[in-house]
């Protein structure tokens, strides 16, 4: 099953708009990813945020997590058109031997110009 | 999707009949991953390696068998190919960073079983 689930399952905004999607969880995890995937690609990482972090930024981007209500949530900030693509979470729960990322179902978000 | 091919890049196959799809790497990466994704589904692992014929299952693993002999190839087998297995298949390889690790993904696969 499924560990992380992302909110919206879709969002449109306006070139210049902010973006802002969610991601809940269900079990305590070691960190949290982000990553992109543009029409017919592969996914792209984006950003990571380790459990004692509450806050990172990158570029355009701000990840928060919330470790107490199990919840993350990716901010793109002054969006581009070039932004539009699908958003996904990702769970690692801990640097065992063979540790897996558990993927949600994504974000697709369309940004018109 | 640089370091990371996949091939083929697009297969129509019948049902019942084997098929192999090729992950290659030269990021001379240890760990290497299989995905499936389907709508609705996001990425679901199929089975992953952590060495040279080293693997393991992932969560959706019925029905597919993986090798990996070198460092750089990772093999995935559709035994007897079924409609349930269409799908656009991922491979990724992963790099061990200090306490993390993030992926890196090839272009992917889309596989038609007809």
């Known amino acids: 099953s499924q560990q992380g689930e992302e909110d919206p399952q879709a969002l449109s905004i306006q070139e210049g708009e902010n973006a802002t999607m969610n991601c809940s969880y269900k079990?305590?995890?070691?960190?949290l990813q982000w990553y992109r995937q543009n029409s017919g690609r592969g996914l792209v990482h984006l950003i990571l945020?380790?459990?004692?972090?509450r806050e990172k930024h990158s570029g355009r981007l701000r990840v928060t997590l919330d470790t107490s209500k199990k919840s993350s949530s990716l901010l793109i900030t002054a969006s581009r058109a070039a932004d539009t693509a699908s958003y996904f979470c990702?769970?690692?729960?801990?640097?065992?031997?063979?540790?897996?990322?558990?993927f949600g179902a994504g974000t697709i978000l369309r940004v018109k110009s | 999707d640089a370091g990371i091919t996949q091939s083929p890049r697009h297969k129509v196959t019948e049902t019942g009949t084997p098929v192999t799809l090729r992950c290659h790497q030269t990021?001379?990466?240890?760990?290497m991953y299989w995905y499936r994704q389907d709508p609705g589904h996001g990425l679901r692992l199929i089975h992953y390696s952590y060495g040279v014929k080293d693997t393991d299952k992932g969560e959706v693993s019925d029905g597919y068998s993986v090798s990996r002999s070198k460092t750089e190839d990772f093999l995935l087998t559709l035994e007897s190919a079924t409609s349930s297995q269409t799908s656009v298949y991922f491979c990724a390889i992963g790099e061990r960073g200090e306490k993390a690790e993030t992926q890196y993904f090839g272009p992917g696969t889309r596989l038609l079983v007809l």
């Open positions: 990702a769970t690692q729960a801990a640097l065992e031997y063979g540790n897996k990322l558990v």
């Open positions: 079990t305590s995890i070691n960190n």
């Open positions: 990021e001379n990466h240890r760990y």
């Open positions: 945020i380790r459990s004692n972090e």
